[in-house]
């Protein structure tokens, strides 16, 4: 059973950081794309940033381009998510994606989604 459990998230001050991360358990992680997504009150979920596992090439939406920060923990199976300089537009639910195929956690709609966690960015 792929189970993908999301954890770290909470309250921040605009301009403070929160660390992310993704407990991967029933994949061959290896094969795989993890990929971050969030979706905000009221509007579409959209893709944040995403790793290819055995390689760990990256990519990252723009908006969140040089604050975010993904990278793996081979040990652990384990995917962060550093996410530095919040706003306030940061505020969402923050899921954790996975896929064998690179371009659908990249570009398009993940299978496997964990469950969220909801990053909150408030003075």
């Known amino acids: 059973q792929v189970q993908l459990v999301e954890s770290g998230g909470g309250l921040v001050q605009p301009g403070g950081s929160l660390r992310l991360a993704c407990a991967a358990s029933g994949i061959t992680i290896d094969y795989y794309a993890i990929g971050w997504f969030r979706q905000a009150p009221g509007k579409e979920r959209e893709f944040v940033a995403g790793i290819i596992w055995n390689d760990g090439s990256t990519n990252y939406a723009e908006f969140v381009r040089g604050r975010f920060t993904i990278s793996r923990d081979n040990v652990k199976n384990t995917v962060y998510l550093q996410m530095d300089n919040l706003s306030p537009e940061d505020t969402a639910v923050y899921f954790c994606?996975?896929?064998?195929?690179?371009?659908?956690?990249?570009?398009?709609?993940?299978?496997?989604w964990g469950q969220g966690t909801q990053v909150t960015v408030s003075s």
């Open positions: 994606t996975a896929d064998p195929r690179t371009q659908a956690v990249f570009y398009g709609t993940p299978f496997y």
